[in-house]
């Protein structure tokens, strides 16, 4: 009687299993689709942010601009805030975890586990890209500032979180209160504003009118970006041992790669 009662609770548990693991595979589509509607999110909670500065400052947002350094040929900035002390170049980032960085570092990490290019020196780019499109007398004016949602944590460099820095980094809930906070260190060092009302709407309308609408050149730099990425992933998941030619896995490449005793070689267990 025992054993019957134990195969009928095993037919009713196996169906249950089924469903759970069927729930947690969600199509690629849905993925995508859940990821952007997080991103537009994400750059609502900015334009709030931006929308709550002082009015004798401007910003301008999702700019796209010709960069011959860059290897699109070009440099999309998330934000660009204009202020009588400075003008502030803001990336975002949509991440999730503890991200591990520093100012030594090229690379950082989100979780430990997954790279992401060093956000500073991402909109380094950018701000040489912007220097560009204005008189040489306003470049030194540029302060970097990346922006986190509350779903990060960081690990970093402790003077990316101090006031005095000019490569700031930020919850994007308090995005407008180190502006704020920035732009009243600078009152303190310097007794008249470094930019006039005039100077910033120069300034302004000059990134502005370099402004890239066409919707052919945005889709063509976001295509370029993801085949530039194409060829390293490729690669990771083609790696083969040298010895056998045995297929290794993303995981087995890297651990040979940095072990310096295997000398650039890739081995299979």
Not at 14 to 25: G, M, N, R, T
Not at 208 to 219: G, L, P, T
């Given at each position: 009687m025992l054993r019957l009662l134990n195969f009928l609770k095993k037919k009713k548990e196996v169906p249950q299993l089924k469903q759970k693991k069927k729930a947690a595979q969600l199509p690629k589509e849905m993925n995508e689709a859940i990821a952007a509607r997080k991103g537009e999110l994400g750059e609502y909670k900015i334009d709030i942010q931006l929308d709550q500065l002082p009015k004798d400052c401007l910003y301008l947002s999702d700019l796209l601009v010709r960069n011959p350094k860059a290897k699109s040929g070009y440099s999309q900035i998330d934000h660009v805030v204009f202020t009588p002390y400075g003008i502030f170049t803001i990336e975002t980032k949509n991440y999730q975890g503890t991200i591990y960085g520093g100012k030594d570092r090229k690379t950082w990490l989100?979780?430990?586990?997954?790279k992401m290019m060093n956000p500073f020196v991402q909109n380094y780019g950018h701000i040489e890209a912007l220097k560009a499109l204005i008189h040489e007398k306003y470049r030194h004016l540029f302060i970097s500032m990346v922006s986190f949602t509350k779903r990060c944590t960081f690990k970093v460099d402790l003077d990316y979180r101090k006031i005095a820095s000019n490569e700031l980094i930020v919850y994007d809930i308090e995005l407008s209160e180190y502006i704020h906070r920035k732009v009243s260190v600078l009152k303190i060092q310097h007794k008249e504003p470094l930019l006039s009302d005039s100077d910033i709407s120069n300034i302004y309308h000059a990134i502005s009118k370099a402004n890239i609408?066409?919707?052919?050149?945005?889709?063509?730099?976001?295509?370029?970006?993801?085949?530039?990425?194409?060829?390293?992933?490729?690669?990771?998941?083609?790696?083969?041992?040298?010895?056998?030619?045995?297929?290794?896995?993303?995981?087995?490449?890297?651990?040979?790669?940095?072990?310096?005793?295997?000398?650039?070689?890739?081995?299979?267990?």
């Amino acid at each position: 009687m025992l054993r019957l009662l134990n195969f009928l609770k095993k037919k009713k548990e196996v169906p249950q299993l089924k469903q759970k693991k069927k729930a947690a595979q969600l199509p690629k589509e849905m993925n995508e689709a859940i990821a952007a509607r997080k991103g537009e999110l994400g750059e609502y909670k900015i334009d709030i942010q931006l929308d709550q500065l002082p009015k004798d400052c401007l910003y301008l947002s999702d700019l796209l601009v010709r960069n011959p350094k860059a290897k699109s040929g070009y440099s999309q900035i998330d934000h660009v805030v204009f202020t009588p002390y400075g003008i502030f170049t803001i990336e975002t980032k949509n991440y999730q975890g503890t991200i591990y960085g520093g100012k030594d570092r090229k690379t950082w990490l989100v979780n430990g586990k997954f790279k992401m290019m060093n956000p500073f020196v991402q909109n380094y780019g950018h701000i040489e890209a912007l220097k560009a499109l204005i008189h040489e007398k306003y470049r030194h004016l540029f302060i970097s500032m990346v922006s986190f949602t509350k779903r990060c944590t960081f690990k970093v460099d402790l003077d990316y979180r101090k006031i005095a820095s000019n490569e700031l980094i930020v919850y994007d809930i308090e995005l407008s209160e180190y502006i704020h906070r920035k732009v009243s260190v600078l009152k303190i060092q310097h007794k008249e504003p470094l930019l006039s009302d005039s100077d910033i709407s120069n300034i302004y309308h000059a990134i502005s009118k370099a402004n890239i609408i066409d919707q052919k050149a945005r889709v063509e730099h976001t295509l370029k970006l993801k085949s530039d990425r194409q060829p390293e992933r490729t690669s990771a998941v083609n790696a083969a041992c040298i010895v056998c030619s045995k297929q290794v896995s993303v995981k087995v490449k890297q651990y040979c790669l940095s072990n310096k005793k295997f000398k650039g070689n890739v081995y299979c267990y």
